[in-house]
């Protein structure tokens, strides 16, 4: 196990016992957690798991998770065979009308990049997130719902992941985030080297 602060095992200067019964229970080969990020009992003929790294979506989400709240965490195991990852998500009644066809964002995904995740996200939420940014958030309703992509590359920062999403909309929807990007993002800088 690795800690990166005392405090996660001491409160002042006493030792915290839950937080020892959790440290305890995995030095010794307890299974915790495992309704969480489905991990059921792997039956005796199976390979077994030679590492598993498991990363909750409150260390990952960076504030993402109002955009994705069926993303629990992300899971991988070595065993014989390699590496495997698994995406563990919340009950579905956490995200409302959510896809599950990651294909199309996998499809769209930049080549390069370090790390990616894919996972729902709730009906309505990037409507609303844009709301805050322009008066034509409405004319995109409908239109950013589905599955959305994290990905992180070599230079980037982690709190900083390109997110790739998908659009469904009609061919004067496609034109809105462009506009918005220019509008909030992508403005001509005016001491900039040819405006840009």
């Not at 965490?73 to 009308?97: C, I, K, Q």
């Not at 469904?168 to 900039?192: R, V, Y």
């Amino acid at each position: 196990l690795v800690f990166s602060s005392t405090d996660m095992l001491f409160k002042d200067d006493q030792q915290d016992t839950e937080a020892t019964a959790i440290a305890g229970d995995l030095l010794s080969g307890k299974k915790r957690w495992q309704a969480s990020f489905g991990l059921e009992e792997r039956a005796a003929e199976k390979t077994p798991v030679r590492q598993r790294i498991v990363v909750s979506a409150r260390l990952l989400g960076f504030g993402y998770q109002r955009l994705m709240p069926s993303f629990a965490g992300v899971r991988f195991e070595m065993g014989n065979d390699g590496w495997h990852s698994f995406v563990a998500l919340n009950d579905e009644s956490a995200s409302v009308d959510t896809s599950f066809d990651f294909t199309p964002v996998w499809n769209s995904m930049p080549a390069g990049a370090s790390f990616c995740v894919v996972v729902p996200y709730s009906h309505g939420i990037a409507e609303e997130m844009l709301s805050h940014i322009s008066q034509e958030n409405d004319k995109l309703n409908g239109a950013l719902d589905g599955a959305a992509g994290l990905c992180w590359y070599a230079d980037s920062k982690l709190q900083t992941p390109l997110f790739v999403g998908q659009f469904d909309g009609t061919a004067e929807q496609a034109q809105l985030p462009g506009k918005l990007f220019t509008q909030n993002i992508g403005a001509h800088e005016s001491k900039a080297p040819e405006g840009v």
